[in-house]
């Protein structure tokens, strides 16, 4: 038999063609989420990339969705978790620091640097610290050499510590020293920090101070 286009040939086909077409088309606008079966859409069915941030709902992924070790420090951006975003903040709030200084007997300023910071109401700050000297006996009735140091704030003494040895020959000597908790300030305070340092002087008299270091801790 010899096709032949007619009118009726032209017709149907294009109604086929517009019938698949649009039915397919309606059909995919009537499909919504009441009509997909619970777990009928896995990951499987998913393109990668297809789920974006932008089509999260807000607060659609909590800590309950997350597997376990998933987050760590490589998944959260640089400065994005602060002090101000932690339940209870904790930072060094000042570092202060000294420098090679002679040994004296009495009691004598030792200088040392970035040493004031405000505090407010509701802050807790502790002071920790280290202190580095050569130091060597002389050989006098005591014993040893001792080193004090003795921690003020402003003004008032908080802490310390004491390096000693009973070495006739020059030995360095690394020890911790600090200082009390320093409680909250009903309003905001600003904060120097002050060192005297003194022997019992049995030290030889090239005896030095090597350098101290400190660390201010805010709670609050």
């Not at 000297?133 to 402003?154: K, M, P």
């Not at 911790?176 to 904060?191: F, K, M």
Request: overall charge neutral; glycine content about 12%; some cysteine.
């Amino acid at each position: 038999m010899r096709f032949r286009l007619t009118y009726a040939n032209v017709v149907s086909t294009l109604a086929l063609v517009f019938a698949i077409g649009g039915g397919a088309a309606f059909a995919a606008a009537q499909i919504g989420t009441r009509q997909i079966e619970a777990n009928a859409v896995t990951t499987g069915k998913i393109a990668p990339g297809a789920v974006t941030s932008k089509r999260l709902a807000r607060h659609a992924v909590r800590t309950k969705h997350l597997a376990g070790r998933s987050v760590n420090s490589a998944q959260i951006a640089k400065g994005a978790v602060g002090p101000g975003k932690q339940k209870f903040p904790v930072y060094f709030v000042e570092s202060p620091s000294g420098g090679s200084a002679p040994v004296t007997n009495s009691p004598s300023p030792y200088p040392i640097s970035d040493a004031t910071w405000t505090q407010n109401p509701g802050e807790i700050n502790v002071i920790f610290g280290a202190a580095t000297a050569t130091l060597a006996y002389d050989g006098s009735g005591s014993g040893s050499c001792q080193v004090y140091f003795e921690i003020r704030l402003n003004g008032q003494q908080v802490g310390g510590g004491q390096l000693q040895t009973d070495s006739p020959t020059p030995v360095e000597i690394d020890q911790s020293i600090g200082a009390q908790p320093e409680i909250d300030p009903l309003t905001s305070e600003q904060n120097e920090m002050t060192v005297l340092t003194g022997s019992n002087g049995d030290c030889t008299g090239d005896s030095t101070i090597d350098s101290t270091r400190f660390r201010v801790l805010d709670f609050g």
